[in-house]
């Protein structure tokens, strides 16, 4: 009986030590990790990533009503939304997975806003390529991880483009790498390689989890970390079993992909900016099978040489060399048919600048002699613009001088240099003294700057006259600060120079520049081409593949003035038609021909005063002023003499009138498709003085937004 009694007493100790035991979470919910490692996504430059011509010009980001501030949220809800998502691959929540939407949502907010704004484009073809693949379409937040949706990252080891292949893997996969194209920048052929590369590994492992692993630290890491976690044919793992086996960077990687999925699904929730299309942007391919530049189609087409970069990424050199096979040119997609009926035009345009010789035969000395003449060495200064971990001595070793020579010609105290400094170089080389013909003395323009510097010695004979040049430096340097949309080949045409002359004047590699760049260029020939420039008619009819931005640059005017005058709503217009390229009752005059109305006036900039207060106050528009000084953007400093073509006097006495007068304050209401830039163009004001008058920190203004415009 006592038996009984005690085996009764031990069930019932059982039954309630079972009852009072707490729930015992797996690893995969009560993990915690303070050695974490964020992915290098994390660190993306917003700044950087704001200058990207796709977010500029098609993307906007709607904050109207928002806090701005994220929202306190539990572990409950975040459970909850994560079991809400229509997922095949599991979301599980956990503190690891806490830590990295913490840091997308509070920290890095700006970051989502911007990928928010970038996945409008980039989505549709990571979704069709995973699709096609038949494997899950979350995975197409793998990028947002990788690169931040940036087609042009590169990580510290090297791994390239929206899914951040390394170069291995990207040949393994078939993609073409080499120094004109580069695939792992192309957002359809990295995708469908992509796709295809994490179907294989999840036919090795059969999870998704461990398959998105290995994606990021390669099947030989996940393998060892299976096996030092004992796991066998028999007895499965997934990622969580070997989660503290594994590289630590790769820990974070499947709880940063579980919070990006949250993230850009949940954004709303988080107070986070919802981004609209300001415009749909419908691309189309063609095969390309000529070799040609960036530079071609974009003066034909009148398309933006940023707009061709963004959505054809792979071409490294602006050039499609089609002639070799044929090749995808992505353009919007009513540009297809221009590009077709014009492709002869394209190829043929500026043809010799961009030919390829195929073949060269060398000179043969002995069927070469030279004039009677004298040569002497002389100085030949070049410029050296800095580049990326650069040092003194190699820009030394590369010119053939001494680092303390390039430290005596620019006055450096330190051996550091900075990236994008411009060093002055002195070489030396010896050219030939043609004899005068005529005892009347000739002045011509040269394209570098030179020094004699030695007594001449006698030079060879030489049976044909040859005449060569060589361009070294601007005889008048000046400083050009790249325009937003400005290409190389607009500003050798703005100049009177050649591509080729800018290249070698900035030590440039490519044709690829910035905006905001510093170039030097040469002043002289601005004039001259400045003052040989016709002026522009009163009506300019459409032309097929002309847009606003093209037409306004042509003519000197603002897209906001070709709104303004001819009453247009949107940026959107039509071959044939007719747009006015002045205000109605009022004249456009060049500065050639102002010049020859009014008498020249010379009025110095006092401090605080704007161009758009200078030309109000001489009757004159900002433009004029813009072409009578060379001045490029709206920057004038205290001090300067201005020239200006008015018959309007302006003496002192008006001029403190003028001061002490109380003007009332101008302002502006925004309009659809405006931006700040357009708008302090307009009214001939710095955007920094713009911004500082509304309290405005970004470039995000509102439609029906009142701005205040500093007098």
Avoid at 459 to 488: F, I, S
Avoid at 568 to 593: E, F, H, P, Q, Y
């Amino acid at each position: 009986m006592k038996k009984q009694i005690l085996a009764l007493c031990l069930i019932a100790g059982a039954a309630l030590t079972s009852f009072a035991r707490p729930t015992v979470l797996s690893l995969k919910e009560n993990i915690q990790d303070s050695t974490i490692v964020y992915p290098q996504s994390f660190e993306t430059d917003t700044q950087e990533l704001m200058k990207n011509w796709y977010l500029q010009n098609y993307a906007v980001v709607d904050r109207s009503g928002a806090n701005l501030s994220d929202v306190p949220t539990s572990d409950k809800d975040f459970i909850a939304r994560l079991q809400k998502m229509p997922t095949v691959i599991e979301m599980p929540y956990n503190g690891v997975v806490r830590s990295y939407i913490n840091m997308y949502t509070q920290r890095r907010r700006q970051l989502v806003e911007e990928m928010l704004g970038l996945s409008l484009y980039y989505m549709p073809f990571f979704e069709q390529a995973l699709e096609k693949e038949g494997v899950p379409l979350e995975l197409k937040y793998l990028p947002v991880i990788e690169s931040a949706l940036n087609p042009d990252a590169v990580s510290r080891v090297g791994a390239t483009g929206l899914w951040q292949f390394m170069l291995t893997t990207a040949k393994g996969l078939g993609l073409e790498v080499n120094s004109i194209i580069d695939e792992r920048r192309d957002p359809i052929r990295s995708s469908e390689m992509a796709a295809k590369y994490l179907k294989q590994l999840y036919n090795i492992y059969g999870d998704w989890s461990l398959a998105i692993a290995s994606y990021n630290c390669g099947p030989g890491n996940v393998n060892k970390a299976l096996r030092r976690a004992g796991g066998t044919a028999d007895k499965k793992k997934d990622f969580w079993d070997i989660y503290f086996y594994l590289p630590q960077e790769t820990r974070g990687y499947v709880p940063a992909f579980i919070a990006a999925n949250y993230v850009m699904t949940y954004y709303k929730d988080h107070n986070l900016g919802k981004s609209l299309a300001r415009r749909p942007i419908l691309t189309d391919t063609i095969h390309v099978n000529k070799r040609v530049h960036f530079e071609q189609i974009s003066a034909v087409l009148n398309i933006p040489m940023e707009e061709l970069r963004v959505l054809n990424p792979q071409y490294r050199k602006d050039e499609i060399p089609g002639d070799i096979r044929p090749y995808a040119l992505t353009l919007p997609s009513q540009q297809i048919y221009s590009y077709i009926v014009s492709e002869d035009s394209i190829v043929a345009h500026n043809a010799a600048l961009y030919a390829r010789r195929d073949v060269v035969v060398p000179v043969d000395p002995s069927t070469v002699s030279n004039d009677d003449g004298e040569t002497t060495t002389k100085l030949v200064v070049k410029y050296h613009k800095v580049r990326r971990n650069e040092t003194i001595s190699m820009v030394a070793r590369k010119y053939g001088v001494s680092v303390s020579s390039i430290k005596k010609w620019n006055g450096l105290r330190s051996s550091r240099l900075k990236r994008g400094q411009t060093l002055k170089i002195n070489t030396y080389k010896k050219v030939r003294v043609e004899q005068p013909e005529t005892e009347e003395e000739e002045t011509v323009d040269v394209e570098e700057t030179v020094v004699a510097e030695t007594t001449p010695v006698a030079a060879p004979q030489k049976k044909k006259k040859e005449t060569t040049t060589t361009t070294t430096a601007p005889r008048n340097p000046e400083r050009h600060k790249v325009q937003r949309g400005e290409t190389l080949a607009s500003i050798a045409g703005q100049y009177g120079v050649t591509i080729a002359d800018i290249r070698e004047w900035n030590d440039l590699k490519s044709d690829n520049i910035m905006a905001g760049q510093v170039l030097v260029v040469d002043a002289k020939k601005a004039v001259k081409k400045r003052n040989d420039t016709p002026a522009a008619p009163a009506v300019h009819t459409v032309k097929s593949g002309e847009n606003l931005s093209a037409i306004a640059d042509k003519y000197g005017v603002s897209v906001a003035n070709l709104r303004e005058w001819n009453d247009l709503k949107s940026d959107n217009i039509r071959v044939g038609d007719k747009l006015k390229l002045k205000a109605d009752g009022k004249t456009s005059t060049s500065s050639r021909s102002r010049d020859n109305e009014a008498a020249e006036q010379t009025h110095k900039v006092k401090k605080g005063e704007t161009l758009g207060q200078i030309a109000t106050k001489y009757g004159v528009t900002v433009d004029d002023l813009r072409k009578w000084n060379n001045i490029k953007g709206n920057n004038i400093a205290a001090g300067q003499n201005l020239k200006v073509y008015s018959d309007k006097k302006v003496n002192r006495k008006t001029d403190k009138t003028d001061k002490t007068s109380k003007k009332k304050q101008k302002t502006h209401k925004v309009k659809r498709g405006e931006t700040l830039g357009e708008i302090a163009e307009k009214y001939g004001v710095g955007l920094s003085k713009l911004k500082k008058a509304n309290g405005i920190k970004g470039n995000n203004i509102q439609i029906g937004q009142s701005l205040k415009i500093p007098q």
